[in-house]
């Protein structure tokens, strides 16, 4: 069974803390995404990147950074962590190409609370 | 930025009743796919359209693409306790240096009573 695993399902870290969110996928694709969930504002894109190495500023990129060494790895970084970064978290992974998606397959989600 | 507008936000409805889920945008999609997350579970692909008219049907989900590209209808038939959950939209840019991002609607949170 095809799957995006994420490290942590439940996260509590400390203002100011430096924070790593790990993902990782069996798949093979090049495209991995990090995104937010927060209520009435739907999902919204942090970072992505289409291979590795290589990474692209989403909507809402402020206070967060991301590493890309391995294909199948895809890592979000709070720099330092505030309590208006307390989200679910979810990180997603697709097949590459411009041709019509075949969609996202998403991890669980990591529920992070900043105190 | 491309924007999607989905509405209803909340859905309550009783076991057996039909419902219309509706995302619109200003902006013209090259595909638009919906998705359906359960709490605490990450989104879960339900389909994909990809041509203006487009009419897919999954049992009892009914999904349409709009002519113009620029919005998309979930319509349930007989909805059950099991159709209960945060229903989502999203839309794929052009191709060229897209990689594949989307953007998602805000969602519809759907309660179905027995």
């Known amino acids: 069974d095809v799957k995006v695993t994420q490290s942590s399902r439940y996260l509590v870290k400390r203002t100011g803390e430096k924070v790593f969110l790990e993902c990782v996928q069996d798949m093979d694709h090049e495209n991995m995404f990090w995104y937010r969930q927060d209520p009435g504002l739907g999902l919204r894109l942090i970072y992505f990147?289409?291979?590795?190495?290589?990474?692209e500023k989403g909507d809402i990129p402020e206070g967060y950074s991301v590493s890309r060494e391995k294909k199948e790895r895809f890592s979000l970084i709070l720099e330092s962590a505030s309590t208006n970064q307390t989200s679910m978290y979810l990180c997603?992974?697709?097949?590459?190409?411009?041709?019509?998606?075949?969609?996202?397959?998403f991890g669980s989600g990591t529920r992070l609370t900043v105190v | 930025t491309q924007l999607l507008e989905q509405s209803p936000q909340f859905l309550s409805i009783q076991e057996g009743e039909n419902l219309t889920v509706y995302c619109n945008s200003s902006s013209v999609f090259s595909s638009l796919q919906w998705y359906r997350q359960e709490p605490g579970e990450g989104p879960v692909l339900l389909v994909t359209?990809?041509?203006?008219?487009e009419v897919k049907k999954l049992k009892r989900l009914t999904f349409q693409f709009g002519d113009a590209r620029k919005d998309s209808s979930l319509h349930i038939t007989a909805a059950q306790p099991g159709d209960t959950g945060l229903y989502l939209c999203?839309?794929?840019?052009?191709?060229?240096?897209?990689?594949?991002?989307?953007?998602f609607g805000q969602g519809t949170i759907l309660t179905v009573h027995p």
């Open positions: 359209v990809v041509t203006g008219g």
């Open positions: 997603a992974s697709s097949p590459g190409g411009a041709r019509p998606y075949y969609g996202y397959t």
């Open positions: 990147s289409y291979d590795v190495k290589m990474k």
């Open positions: 999203a839309g794929g840019g052009a191709g060229g240096t897209s990689y594949g991002k989307l953007t």
